[in-house]
């Protein structure tokens, strides 16, 4: 299977702790979006990348958020010192870079923080 | 202010009735993109369809349909002879340029249950 890929797939923490998502996007994709999803609602925008260039970050929603591409190829979400409010399903999509691409989603890593 | 509006939260019909899912929008560029995803319970998000506002003419693609008016700003989804595989939440998505590059802006959804 050659979709988009995330892991894990499950994360439950504590609140202080930190925790850091993984996701694959499709081999030839070159932009990667990371989105948050809370229960009842559409996925929020939070940052993407082009290649390994973070293009867009004034949406990470606090800064304990960050992401990284360092090689232009698989992606990571770290939040720091987690809070409840943080629980919700974080999605990764890719897509190739042209006008209005369809982004493609990975099955989401969902988070509770307790 | 939301970008996408999907009044309808939940949607409850017997297995082979027809039954449409609205979308409006909000935007004032001339190019957009609109898109239809489907997400199961298992979570992940499904991609269904994607049209630019340069092209109105409607889509037909099995069970599935999808009607395109730019005059009121709506693009709305209809699946013929539903069943019950069709239960899911129903996302309508706008994507523009920004400096968030094409990132979609999702409407609230629309949980669709068909019943046997």
């Known amino acids: 299977d050659t979709g988009v890929s995330q892991d894990p797939r499950h994360k439950i923490t504590k609140r202080g702790q930190n925790v850091t998502f993984r996701c694959d996007p499709i081999s030839e994709h070159n932009r990667l979006y990371w989105y948050r999803q809370t229960l009842g609602q559409g996925p929020e925008f939070l940052t993407y990348f082009q290649n390994e260039a973070q293009l867009e970050k004034s949406r990470l929603l606090s800064d304990r958020f960050s992401a990284e591409r360092p090689k232009g190829s698989f992606s990571t979400l770290e939040i720091q010192r987690t809070e409840q409010g943080d629980s919700a399903m974080y999605l990764c999509?890719?897509?190739?870079?042209?006008?209005?691409?369809?982004?493609?989603f990975g099955p989401g890593t969902r988070l509770l923080v307790l | 202010a939301q970008k996408v509006t999907q009044a309808q939260t939940e949607i409850s019909v017997v297995e082979k009735e027809d039954v449409t899912l609205d979308c409006v929008y909000e935007?004032?560029?001339?190019?957009?993109?609109l898109f239809w995803y489907k997400q199961p319970p298992s979570g992940e998000l499904v991609f269904l369809i994607r049209?630019?506002?340069?092209?109105?003419q409607n889509e037909i693609s099995g069970r599935y349909s999808w009607n395109f008016q730019k005059s009121t700003s709506s693009f709305n989804f209809t699946i013929t002879a539903s069943q019950v595989v069709d239960s899911a939440v129903y996302f309508c998505?706008?994507?523009?340029?920004?400096?968030?590059?094409?990132?979609?802006?999702f409407g609230k959804g629309t949980s669709l249950l068909v019943t046997p």
């Open positions: 998505a706008l994507s523009e340029l920004t400096n968030s590059g094409y990132a979609l802006n």
């Open positions: 999509a890719s897509s190739l870079e042209v006008k209005g691409e369809t982004q493609y």
């Open positions: 049209r630019n506002s340069f092209d109105e």
């Open positions: 935007t004032r560029d001339t190019t957009y993109y």
